[in-house]
């Protein structure tokens, strides 16, 4: 018995039908794969966005806010940390470094950042000083670049109204010293300025002490007598949005974390934050698989019963197959063949539109997320599509039993 | 010898053949004949194993088809039936030599060499030049001639044909029966269910179907 003799005229025969169940079948495939695969994409750059804070501490409140505005950068309402807990860091020895941020100005899109540059080193892997107080790293996507100034803003202006834009600009000019290399993180968007010059633009000093203040040498600037992001137990520092903390050890992390987590702070690992955030979703994300698995099951049925429609059109060609000599098992083996044959070239199809796909979505939701997120086809794809091929090899029976059940006698009748 | 015995077949509970005896010989041009509605399809159903009989039984030689199963009786018909059709009923989309091959592609996974060898020959004696050529492309003459070539592949021993000239010319027409009846030559048992009088005139034996009754029987009538 050789099907494909016969396989070959209904391909021929039935080429514009087998061309629609194709790009159907794997038009449905690849979308359900793209969404699975992107939703797996999402978690894991927003858990490598979140690998790079081993620990933060902020005021009290909520976890998830405090990660989205240091970790992800989404301007939001955040309480200070008093001033006491910078001077207890100076101090743990179960710290490696930390960094204060400010949060609260802004440029364009841009969040400004008052910190020091110890997290330049840690974000950016640039071991950089900033060189006063005007001067401004800029992120990989900022639109600045090196010499350009510009006048901050107090927050995240949304509108282009002109009578608020002067009303909350601060009349200071940072400079651009350099462009920060692309991290594919939030902080590709980050304006980053020295903690003393966000202190000192808000009208609170600059943190440090100055010998000669009283002397009247302070003129332009402090930038002689001060050594930028150099604090000691006796600088006057002002309240900062949260800390980023990279403790010695392991023991030392749970250490900080316990003793930072008091009635005026909370301190947290971002990444157990992440995880219990992913937990929640890893039940819509099975509910979605199911959804998924079955709306491909109802596209698979749908173009099943096409094909089932199909066959009985011409169910005289079966007739007379039977009258040349096929055997009803013959045509069973040659329409299940040929339904599956269509189902896998389908897959296959799908899989290569979802790869496509899944490109095409990860830029666009990446430009949308400001962090980079990266999707490709993995194992658990694959294993999703040879389930529907698997659940397509059942499905593709009821063709093939359609044609089997019906009797020659029967279309002998009716021709 | 083909004999149907005390034979009856029905659809839906209606008698369509009532045969007490009939026997057709081997090696002569036997025609079935007989109005529109006297059952003349269902016999060749039925001697083709394709309708079994209410009753009775129908014997090729000594072989009771109705004593083999449904998977049974296809294997026989494929290798001992050549069926020629009114429309052909070709495949549109294969080639002339792909609708021949087609029938032992159900008993072979590998069409044997001979039997390609065969194919060429009878499409190249039935003056078909282009066997690779899509079958629609053909005439309706030719598509007869290659509906033949189908049917005579494999040295089938019987050949059945239902209408084989009623949709063709008078020249095309005579080259069907003058192919048909050489099968009959050759030893075979040939049936052709007609009222074209064309293959009347130059039948053998005529059996005269007339409401599932056989009415007439006459021999030599050529």
């Known amino acids: 018995m050789n099907p494909w003799m016969l396989l070959k005229a209904w391909y021929l025969q039935y080429r514009w039908p ?18 699975l695969s992107q939703e797996r994409a999402i978690k894991q750059s927003s858990a490598n966005v979140s690998d790079q804070f081993d620990l933060i501490i902020g005021a009290p409140g909520s976890k998830t806010d405090l990660i989205l505005d240091i970790v992800f950068l989404q301007t939001g309402f955040l309480e200070t940390v008093p001033t006491h807990v910078w001077f207890q860091l100076l101090d743990d020895k179960r710290i490696e470094w930390f960094a204060p941020i400010v949060l609260g100005d802004g440029y364009q899109n841009s969040p400004i950042i ?15 000083q900033f060189p006063n107080m005007q001067a401004a790293f800029v992120g990989a996507n900022v639109a600045l670049n090196a010499g350009d100034y510009f006048q901050p803003q107090h927050g995240m202006l ?49 943190g440090h002490t100055h010998e000669h203040e009283h002397q009247g040498e302070h003129q332009n600037g402090h930038d002689e007598t001060i050594q930028l992001g150099k ?36 301190a947290i690992f971002p990444a157990e934050v992440m995880v219990s955030l992913y937990s929640m979703m890893g ?11 079955i709306c491909e099951a109802l596209v698979m049925l749908s173009l099943l019963f096409s094909i089932a429609a199909l066959f009985a059109l011409f169910k005289r060609e079966f007739a007379i197959l039977r009258t040349i000599g096929a055997t009803r098992n013959y045509l069973l083996v040659s329409v299940w063949l040929f339904v599956f044959s269509l189902m896998t070239v389908g897959v296959l199809l799908g899989m290569l539109l979802a790869t496509i796909e899944v490109q095409w979505i990860s830029h666009l939701l990446s430009s ?40 020659n006698e029967k279309i002998m009748q009716s021709i | 010898m083909l004999t149907v015995a005390n034979a009856k077949a029905k659809y839906d509970k209606q008698l369509i053949l009532s045969i007490d005896k009939a026997e057709l010989p081997y090696g002569q041009f036997n025609v079935l004949t007989g109005p529109s509605g006297a059952g003349k399809s269902t016999f060749l159903h039925m001697i083709s194993g394709q309708l079994k009989p209410t009753q009775g039984q129908v014997h090729w030689q000594k072989q009771a088809l109705y004593t083999l199963s449904e998977s049974a009786r296809s294997h026989w018909r494929n290798k001992n039936i050549g069926f020629i059709f009114q429309d052909f009923h ?20 590998t069409i044997p060499h001979e039997l390609r060898q065969q194919a060429l020959a009878l499409l190249d004696s039935f003056a078909i030049q282009d066997v690779h050529k899509n079958i629609n492309k053909f005439s309706r003459g030719e598509r007869q001639r290659i509906a033949l070539a189908r049917a005579f592949i494999g040295s089938p021993e019987i050949i059945l044909a239902d209408e084989p000239t009623a949709s063709l010319d008078k020249e095309n027409a005579q080259f069907v029966i003058e192919q048909i009846k050489a099968q009959a030559t050759l030893g075979k048992f040939v049936l052709t269910v007609s009222h074209d009088p064309l293959i009347i005139k130059q039948a053998d034996h005529i059996l005269n179907l007339h409401r599932g009754v056989i009415q007439h029987e006459s021999m030599d009538a050529a």
């Not at chain 1, 600009?169 to 304006?191: E, F």
């Not at chain 1, 520092?237 to 403790?247: G, I, N, R, Y």
């Not at chain 1, 063709?399 to 009797?407: E, G, I, K, R």
């Open chain 1, 18 to 35: 087998c061309f629609i169940f194709i790009s159907l079948f794997s038009i449905a495939l690849s979308l359900g794969v793209a969404l």
């Open chain 1, 114 to 128: 008052g910190t020091t540059a110890v997290l330049l080193e840690a974000l950016y892997g640039e071991k950089v």
């Open chain 1, 158 to 206: 949304e509108s282009n109204d002109q009578y608020d834009m002067e009303e909350n600009t601060h009349h200071v000019n940072y400079q651009v010293v350099r462009k920060l290399p692309l991290t594919g993180t939030p902080w590709d968007n980050a304006i980053l300025v020295a903690v003393e010059a966000t202190w000192d633009i808000h009208g609170l000093g600059d």
């Open chain 1, 231 to 266: 604090f000691d137990q006796h600088s006057p520092l002002k309240p900062v949005s949260a800390f980023v903390v990279k403790p010695s050890s392991i023991a030392s992390a749970y250490g900080l974390r316990s003793d930072f987590s008091t009635n005026e702070t909370q």
């Open chain 1, 283 to 293: 039940d819509a994300r099975l509910l979605m698989s199911y959804i998924t698995l």
């Open chain 1, 368 to 407: 949308q997320v400001q962090f980079s997120i990266e999707a490709t086809l993995g194992t658990q794809d694959w294993g999703f599509a040879l389930t529907i091929l698997f659940i397509g090899s059942i499905l593709a029976l009821l063709p093939a039993l359609f044609v089997y059940q019906v009797s």
């Open chain 2, 90 to 109: 070709l495949l549109p989309s294969l080639s002339a030599l792909d609708n021949i091959l087609l029938p032992h592609s159900f008993s072979h996974y």
